[in-house]
């Protein structure tokens, strides 16, 4: 019973490049969140999303950020334009209901 | 209001002590508390939750205890052991989306 993957762990991105992360959700969740964790802070809330449909992104950067949960496939959190300032890790959950599993993360550098 | 706030930032107890992480929370719309453990490296992994109609609830070694008038809630860590030792993230339910707000953290270190 596969938890919640993402990938890649890990992404080295110059500035003014793309970032795609993946996010692939447990077996029988139709509910997607993302966070973004900088340095030694606590995680905060992007986009939340279920399948085909952006519900709340109410904390997703209004420039840059996008997201996605297609019908089939994981789940994408895309970067354009990528500034050192977006360098951190990204979370994404999964829940069926009110408890959410988290992925490993992906950590995006930003040289 | 949509603040959680959590001390203390850093702790270091011996092993057998019993860490205890507070949290406070001013909008009274959340409904579901939850703690997670995250070590370096790793996503964040849930321990316990807890309902504002419940006062303590027990997990093992972790129990949270509640307080809805008070608008705080706590963990403590029973027995606690080096492998304990990692960053404990409290977060409270952000209403109709469900998204989690989430404290700022506290780096626990249980020493041998």
């Known amino acids: 019973n596969a938890g919640v993957m993402q990938n890649p762990r890990h992404l080295v991105r110059r500035r003014g490049q793309e970032a795609r992360l993946r996010c692939s959700p447990m077996k029988g969740h139709s509910h997607v969140y993302w966070y973004r964790q900088l340095p030694e802070e606590g995680l905060k809330f992007m986009v939340y999303l279920q399948k085909e449909n952006i519900i709340d992104e109410s904390g997703m950067p209004k420039e840059r950020f996008s997201a996605e949960f297609p019908k089939e496939g994981p789940s994408i959190l895309r970067i354009q334009q990528v500034v050192r300032g977006d360098s951190a890790a990204y979370f994404c959950?999964?829940?069926?209901?009110?408890?959410?599993?988290f992925g490993p993360g992906t950590r995006l550098l930003v040289l | 209001q949509q603040q959680v706030k959590q001390s203390p930032q850093s702790l270091i107890v011996q092993k057998g002590g019993i860490p205890i992480i507070n949290c406070a929370y001013e909008n009274t719309a959340f409904d579901y508390f939850p703690w997670y453990q995250q070590f370096p490296g790793k996503g964040p992994a849930l321990l316990i939750a807890?309902?504002?109609?419940?006062s303590e609830k027990k997990e093992g070694r972790f129990t949270i205890s509640f307080n809805k008038s008070a608008k705080q809630f706590s963990l403590h860590i029973m027995d606690s052991q080096p492998g304990d030792s990692a960053t404990y993230f409290c977060a409270a339910n952000g209403g109709a989306t469900n998204k989690l707000i989430f404290g700022t953290g506290t780096l626990l270190a249980v020493q041998p």
């Open positions: 807890i309902r504002p109609d419940v």
């Open positions: 959950a999964s829940s069926q209901q009110e408890t959410q599993y």
